[in-house]
């Protein structure tokens, strides 16, 4: 069965860090690139970080750009985010999801069940 | 910044058929997706490429993009169908390359 399943979520306080991990089974995941996908309590679905397959090409968005560092180790199927300087706009359910194989703008076609970060003091 | 618009709501009666837009000034030349989202559930793709449907999504749901709109479709609608769509596009139009979301659209079957 091909899956993702999150983990790392859990309260920090504000200024703090937290690394989540997204690990992948069922498909071969280095063939894939893949995404965060982040949603605030009662809000809408925002895009976080992409990276190739390789790891040659990384685009953060402009909310999370010089504080998260998206990462990913292909021998043992895991995806990773590195959370730094968090505050309480980042609090939210955090996605991995597969991306393309061959093309950026693949669309996301396999999500994990998410993982909740709460920033809170 | 990319800003893609969708309606916050559509309502419609069961077995009739609901159109969600998603507009932009040129999206008609962007990749379109589409995610059906149920509450408390992740996200999952329903329409992918404009037009394509991945296995396992009934053959009710269908999308077109062309000018300023991008559409998803459900014909014949059920109450299993209620949920919040949003579409999606990769913006590469700017130096830092990344994808949009929607605000997403709730839909509601009365």
């Known amino acids: 069965e091909v899956q993702l399943v999150e983990s790392g979520g859990g309260l920090v306080q504000p200024g703090g860090s937290l690394r989540l991990s997204c690990a992948a089974s069922?498909?071969?995941?280095?063939?894939?690139?893949m995404n965060w996908v982040r949603q605030a309590p009662g809000k809408g679905l925002e895009w976080v970080s992409y990276?190739?397959?390789?790891?040659?090409?990384?685009f953060y968005a402009d909310s999370v750009r010089g504080r998260f560092i998206i990462s990913r180790d292909n021998a043992k199927n895991s995806l990773h985010l590195q959370m730094n300087s968090l505050t309480d706009e980042d609090t939210a359910v955090y996605y991995c999801?597969?991306?393309?194989?061959?093309?950026?703008?693949?669309?996301?076609?396999?999500w994990g069940q998410g993982t909740m970060v709460t920033v809170s003091s | 910044s990319y800003v893609l618009t969708q309606p916050p709501s559509v309502s419609v009666a069961p077995g009739k058929t609901a159109r969600i837009s998603c507009g932009e000034t040129?999206?008609?030349?962007?990749?379109v997706h589409w995610y059906q989202q149920k509450p408390g559930q992740a996200p999952v793709l329903v329409i992918y490429?404009?037009?394509d449907r991945p296995s396992g999504i009934p053959e009710r749901f269908s999308g077109s993009n062309s000018g300023k709109t991008a559409s998803l479709t459900i014909s014949r609608v059920e109450a299993g169908d209620e949920a919040d769509y949003y579409c999606?596009?990769?913006?590469?139009?700017?130096?830092?390359?990344?994808?949009?979301f929607g605000g997403g659209t709730k839909l509601t079957v009365l």
């Open positions: 999801a597969r991306g393309g194989r061959d093309h950026a703008e693949g669309a996301f076609d396999i």
């Open positions: 069922g498909f071969i995941f280095s063939n894939y690139h």
């Open positions: 990276i190739t397959s390789g790891s040659s090409s990384i």
């Open positions: 040129n999206i008609g030349s962007k990749v």
């Open positions: 490429y404009d037009t």
């Open positions: 999606q596009v990769w913006d590469s139009s700017r130096d830092h390359l990344h994808w949009v």
